[in-house]
DNA sequence: GCCGTTTTCGGCCCGACTGTTTTCAGTCG
């Protein structure tokens, strides 16, 4: 078995591969969108092939089908070993430094052999860049400094990191120039999960002025593209900036070019030169003049130019949300505000900080009708878990606080499970069948084989009080992959056992993630998304969860949290058989 | 290599900035 995920990496290595050896730049951005297509794909292309049914994949044709083919068999493609065997493992490396494209890796491997980084430094330091041609001392300059840059730069940061501080530099720069319209958009405003750059856009007919105060800001560690119209500069924390300026009147054309996704802009404008229009980021005009057709200080202009619905940031990304736009099927997508209660939230019984009383009055104040206390099960020791004397203990103290309750606001108790190695739970069943909500979760034996762990996890589902399965793939952004599982299987049987599945609303485990709570939705599995709060202020995490389920395009009834307390007990009752 | 409400062949998004040019190619997003 081979997932999406390794089928589309191949396609782009394929791509690097065939752009170092210049090859129909056409050709390379055809296997490039291929590789995109698949990593968006929410069914297994393994079921799809089995079918037959590649070729109905946009930008999959009978070539990459047949290579999909290849893969699923043998793990490989022709294509891809005859390129990894001509082209020096070191020049797409080469080509990953910022500027540095085919073209010149292709003169400095001509004119000095040059096949590594190693080798690209060395050929700096002693001088020898500036005599290629078409390049000079500042070339040979810019290429050492931006290998010390390649080689120590950050890592994608995850969104709960990049958008407060995304913020927080829009805020410094509106604070130096008084009152100024400032956005953050890109990846960020996209809410992608991880975040390689940061893109800001502002209003002003001043635009020298802005960069100005831009590049003088104290974040600022050094300038790299310095112009009227854009400015980028690396912060002291290691990541890219890139500032816009727009006048007020084409503001929108500007939001909606730098949200992207580029995919998504790609086909927008695709769609506008058949109306014999261009798209830019400056605005809409007849194509070939520079007769403006509209103008817009708000995004949605460019949607209605095109006879479309606005579309949600969140599912700007070219995964069928412009069929979906065209045919008057755009889904509603969740909202915070639809969230009704917490199904995963811990206290001071086990790795929490704050009392039962304080957490739920902490839901309350949020506006939630419920909230689910599921503190952890004994085998956790680091964390205090509860084993069945005290887990009653914790039940008759919500009991009394439910019975003093005047508001309506209940309490469900519940319990965060462990799930064992050998797929048993870690309390005895007949008291987990007592609570209103049973979360059962993994947090050891991370290197089970997947048939063991997919054994295991549906092994928990099927004991029959376990209504959740917690962060279903246990990885931590930046820190732990996933563990290995097959998550169609485990879909599956959600279904089959009317388990829900989470997304994990904390910034580091957004898991389920969109892509994949996507896929659990369209086989019919029921999500529900929690924070997982240890903390009172950890309830205010609802907001990267939502992010997540509307990339996911989930809408308000898929998710069992959004339902009031008699619907979700009558699930539960139901699911419980 | 993919695609099609002008097309099964001939296209393939659009614009900014930099450096090395002497009017533009390369790279990037």
Request: proline residues 4%; charged residues 30%.
């Amino acid at each position: 078995m081979i997932s999406n995920y390794e089928i589309a990496r191949i396609f782009g290595q394929i791509a690097d591969l065939m752009e170092v050896r210049e090859d129909n730049p056409f050709k390379v951005r055809a296997y490039r969108k291929a590789a995109e297509t698949i990593e968006g794909l929410t069914e297994s292309l393994e079921a799809i092939a089995s079918r037959g049914e590649l070729e109905k994949i946009p930008n999959i044709g009978k070539a990459i089908a047949e290579k999909i083919g290849d893969i699923c068999r043998t793990g490989t493609t022709p294509l891809y070993e005859e390129l990894r065997a001509k082209v020096p493992a070191g020049l797409v490396e080469v080509m990953a430094v910022p500027g540095i494209g085919p073209t010149k890796v292709r003169a400095l491997r001509e004119a000095l052999g040059v096949t590594s980084i190693e080798e690209l430094e060395t050929a700096g330091r002693e001088q020898r860049i500036r005599g290629v041609q078409g390049m000079g001392a500042k070339t040979e300059e810019n290429i050492l400094h931006a290998i010390e840059a390649h080689r120590r730069r950050s890592d994608r940061w995850p969104l709960g990191k990049a958008l407060p501080y995304a913020e927080g530099l829009a805020a410094s720069l509106a604070e130096r120039l008084g009152s100024l319209r400032i956005e953050v958009l890109g990846s960020i405003r996209r809410r992608v999960e991880t975040i390689g750059d940061i893109d800001l856009g502002a209003v002003s007919t001043e635009p020298e002025k802005v960069m100005d105060a831009f590049v003088s800001l104290p974040h600022v560690k050094e300038v790299l593209v310095s112009g009227p119209a854009s400015t980028r500069i690396r912060t002291n924390e290691g990541i890219q900036v890139d500032l816009r300026v727009s006048r007020p009147e084409d503001f929108g054309f500007l939001v909606h070019h730098f949200t992207g996704s580029r995919a998504h802009n790609i086909r927008l404008r695709e769609i506008a030169e058949r109306r014999g229009a261009r798209i830019s980021e400056y605005g809409i005009f007849e194509a070939g003049t520079d007769r403006e057709l509209t103008t817009g200080e708000e995004e949605g202009e460019v949607y209605r130019f095109l006879g479309l619905p606005d579309i949600p940031p969140e599912i700007r990304e070219d995964r069928g949300e412009i069929e979906a736009a065209q045919s008057g099927s755009m889904p509603v997508l969740i909202e915070a505000d639809d969230i009704r209660g917490n199904l995963h939230s811990h206290t001071t019984w086990s790795d929490g900080a704050v009392s039962t009383e304080e957490m739920a009055a902490a839901a309350r104040k949020r506006g939630h009708s419920y909230i689910a206390i599921t503190d952890h099960s004994k085998r956790l020791g680091i964390t205090n878990g509860l084993d069945e004397e005290r887990l009653r203990a914790q039940m008759a103290e919500i009991d009394r606080l439910n019975a003093a309750a005047t508001d309506g606001f209940r309490i469900l108790k519940g319990s965060e499970v462990d799930i064992l190695p050998d797929g048993t739970l870690d309390l005895d069943p007949a008291l987990l069948a007592e609570l209103d909500f049973v979360v059962a979760s993994i947090h050891s034996g991370f290197k089970q084989d997947i048939e063991t762990m997919t054994a295991r996890m549906i092994h928990a589902m099927e004991s029959g009080v376990v209504d959740m399965i917690a962060h279903p793939t246990g990885r931590l952004l930046g820190a732990r992959d996933p563990y290995a599982i097959d998550l169609d299987r485990i879909y599956d049987a959600a279904v089959a056992t009317q388990t829900a599945l989470e997304i994990n609303a904390f910034p580091d485990r957004l898991d389920l993630n969109d892509v994949n709570a996507r896929r659990a939705r369209d086989r019919g599995v029921k999500i529900s998304i929690n924070t997982d709060a240890h903390h009172p202020d950890h309830l205010g995490l609802y907001f990267y969860g939502i992010a997540t389920a509307r990339r996911a395009w989930l809408t308000a009834p898929d998710v069992i949290n959004t339902w009031g307390l008699p619907d979700l007990m009558r699930w539960l009752e139901k699911r419980r058989g």
